[in-house]
């Protein structure tokens, strides 16, 4: 069998050369050059054998179709479940620090002072 692959810019022989890439197709009558430069890649195959790979191909993907389905639908619930896992997670182990306040007192401070309060209130209803 020749060589089917050509790159752009080859000189080639009277044929039918596909870009799959692309989806080109080029005929040439006589030998000439392949357009494009040495980046493009083309393929000789007969029409014929292009013609009897597309039932191939799409018999291939009506076959594989339910288990993409599948693969889908799983993947779907992998990220639905590790995503709320992982927010549950992130609730649990974050920091009770929130740089939007400011405890210019102090935390321990404020309760001794709120609890100091609360003693002062009690002895003043006392003596009432």
Same mark, same amino acid.
């Given at each position: +069998? %020749?060589?089917?692959?050509?790159?752009?810019? *080859?000189?080639?022989?009277?044929?039918?050369?596909?870009?799959?890439?692309?989806?080109?197709?080029?005929?040439?009558? !006589?030998?000439?050059?392949? /357009?494009? @430069?040495?980046?493009?890649?083309?393929?000789?195959?007969? /029409?014929?054998?292009?013609?009897?790979?597309? /039932?191939?191909?799409? =018999?291939?993907?009506?076959?594989?179709? /339910?288990?993409?389905?599948?693969?889908?639908?799983?993947? +779907?619930? =992998?990220? %639905?479940?590790?995503?709320?896992?992982? @927010?549950?997670?992130?609730?649990?182990?974050?920091?009770?620090?929130?740089?939007?306040? !400011?405890? =210019? !007192?102090?935390?321990?401070? %404020? %309760?001794?002072?709120?609890?100091?309060?609360?003693?002062?209130?009690?002895?003043? *209803?006392?003596?009432?």
């Amino acid at each position: +069998m %020749k060589n089917m692959r050509h790159t752009g810019g *080859e000189k080639v022989g009277k044929g039918s050369y596909w870009n799959f890439s692309t989806g080109e197709r080029v005929t040439i009558n !006589a030998e000439s050059v392949l /357009p494009g @430069d040495g980046s493009v890649t083309y393929y000789r195959v007969n /029409p014929v054998v292009i013609l009897a790979a597309g /039932p191939v191909v799409g =018999l291939l993907f009506a076959a594989f179709l /339910p288990f993409i389905g599948i693969a889908i639908v799983l993947q +779907m619930l =992998l990220v %639905k479940i590790f995503t709320v896992s992982m @927010d549950e997670v992130a609730k649990v182990s974050s920091f009770n620090w929130s740089p939007a306040r !400011a405890y =210019l !007192a102090g935390r321990r401070q %404020k %309760k001794n002072a709120e609890k100091k309060m609360k003693e002062e209130k009690k002895k003043e *209803e006392e003596k009432e």
